[in-house]
Structure formats: C-alpha cells, structure tokens
C-alpha cells in the first residue's frame, strides 16, 4: 500500500483543465459580501473569473 503523501503521486490530479478552449486555474472567490460564499472558482490564465449566467464565478470542481 503506497502513501497518500509518496512525492511520485502528488500531481496526477494536477492536470490542466480547459474551458472554452482556454486553460484556467483555481483562485480563491470570497463572496461573502454578496452572499456567495468563499469557494474555489475558475479563472482564466489572463485573470478574467469565469461566471455563469447570473454572473456568479463557477466553482473550479464543475469544470
């Protein structure tokens, strides 16, 4: 049984994901002011948060 910790494990998750065609990357979203909350969201490489259609930011473990 290997650790959850064995180094050689750590970034089989870390796979790039896509939107649109376009690489993103988790950055922290504190809406709590608003009412969203704080989650995990998506945001494109060049900053932009991705939102939904109400223009909430959509949490990085939908994509």
């Known amino acids: 049984m290997t650790s959850k910790n064995n ?6 998750q870390d ?3 896509m939107f ?3 690489k993103v990357k988790p950055v922290l979203y504190v809406g709590s002011h608003v009412g969203h909350g ?3 969201a998506t945001q494109e490489e060049s900053g932009k ?3 939904d259609k109400e223009g909430k930011p959509i949490p990085y473990s939908q994509i």
């Open 7 to 12: 180094p050689s494990r750590r970034n089989s």
């Open 15 to 17: 796979q790039e994901k």
């Open 20 to 22: 649109d065609g376009k």
């Open 38 to 40: 704080r989650y995990m």
């Open 49 to 51: 948060l991705i939102t």
